[in-house]
């Protein structure tokens, strides 16, 4: 992951300008340094916000498991206020990946490479199929998250009572009719696949960091 980091920072803190010289003899841009800086290292910068991401929806679903447990329903029968707001927090985060996502498919693919170099464009293939790797199993994450907001949100509806076949409102239930879903456990053990389709992806984008160093 360290390599990851170092190739994100070349993307996110451009090093100041250096004075010109009188005379500039044989300066060429590498075809390679342009792809990994315009589009592997955004990419990659993307990929670790997920990753941060999906640390603070692991926390909310442990916490979800734990507040629906001896919360008051609401009136109706439905999920209690705790639940409800751990709910949209975790909607927020499914919200803040899928544009990163889309953002990181874009760049994906966009990215190729144009040199004559055979090296160094198989080496792009490398990097760029690992962090497509990565991307797929973020997905995963993804996917358990939007599960759980969905799941809740219909068994909230599914659970509520309805108020207008007596007089005033039922009396608030210990809990909800509908446990809400957490799915802790599974986006733990999707999360360290994650972790380990990053560290076999780190070596090809460790290659493409040296050369452009």
Request: aromatic share 2%; glycine share 8%; proline share 5%.
């Given at each position: 992951?360290?390599?990851?980091?170092?190739?994100?920072?070349?993307?996110?803190?451009?090093?100041?300008?250096?004075?010109?010289?009188?005379?500039?003899?044989?300066?060429?841009?590498?075809?390679?340094c342009?792809?990994?800086?315009?589009?592997?290292a955004?990419?990659?910068?993307?990929?670790?916000?997920?990753?941060?991401?999906?640390i603070?929806?692991?926390?909310?679903?442990n916490?979800?498991?734990?507040?629906?447990?001896g919360?008051y329903?609401?009136?109706?029968?439905?999920?209690?206020?705790?639940?409800s707001?751990?709910?949209?927090?975790?909607?927020?985060?499914?919200?803040?990946?899928?544009?990163?996502?889309?953002?990181?498919?874009?760049?994906?693919?966009?990215?190729?490479?144009?040199?004559?170099?055979?090296?160094?464009?198989?080496?792009?293939?490398?990097?760029?199929?690992?962090?497509?790797?990565?991307?797929?199993?973020?997905?995963?994450?993804?996917?358990?998250?939007?599960?759980?907001t969905?799941?809740?949100?219909g068994n909230?509806?599914?659970?509520?009572?309805?108020?207008?076949?007596?007089?005033?409102?039922?009396?608030?239930?210990?809990?909800?009719?509908?446990?809400?879903?957490a799915?802790?456990?599974?986006?733990?053990?999707?999360?360290?696949?994650?972790?380990?389709?990053?560290?076999?992806?780190?070596?090809?984008?460790?290659?493409?960091?040296?050369?452009?160093?």
């Amino acid at each position: 992951m360290h390599v990851l980091l170092l190739l994100a920072a070349l993307a996110g803190s451009p090093q100041p300008s250096p004075t010109p010289l009188k005379t500039i003899v044989n300066i060429r841009s590498r075809e390679i340094c342009t792809v990994l800086r315009e589009k592997l290292a955004p990419a990659t910068g993307g990929l670790l916000a997920n990753d941060k991401l999906t640390i603070e929806g692991q926390l909310l679903l442990n916490r979800l498991g734990g507040d629906a447990q001896g919360e008051y329903a609401d009136d109706l029968g439905g999920e209690g206020s705790l639940t409800s707001m751990d709910n949209e927090r975790i909607g927020d985060v499914v919200s803040a990946m899928v544009a990163n996502i889309e953002r990181i498919e874009g760049l994906l693919n966009q990215a190729s490479y144009r040199g004559k170099d055979q090296s160094e464009g198989a080496a792009f293939d490398r990097a760029r199929s690992g962090l497509e790797r990565v991307l797929a199993r973020q997905k995963d994450e993804l996917n358990i998250l939007s599960f759980v907001t969905v799941s809740n949100e219909g068994n909230s509806v599914l659970a509520k009572r309805d108020p207008t076949g007596g007089v005033g409102r039922p009396e608030p239930s210990e809990q909800a009719d509908l446990a809400p879903v957490a799915l802790p456990k599974e986006l733990w053990r999707v999360r360290q696949v994650v972790r380990r389709t990053e560290n076999d992806a780190a070596p090809a984008v460790s290659h493409i960091v040296e050369v452009c160093r």
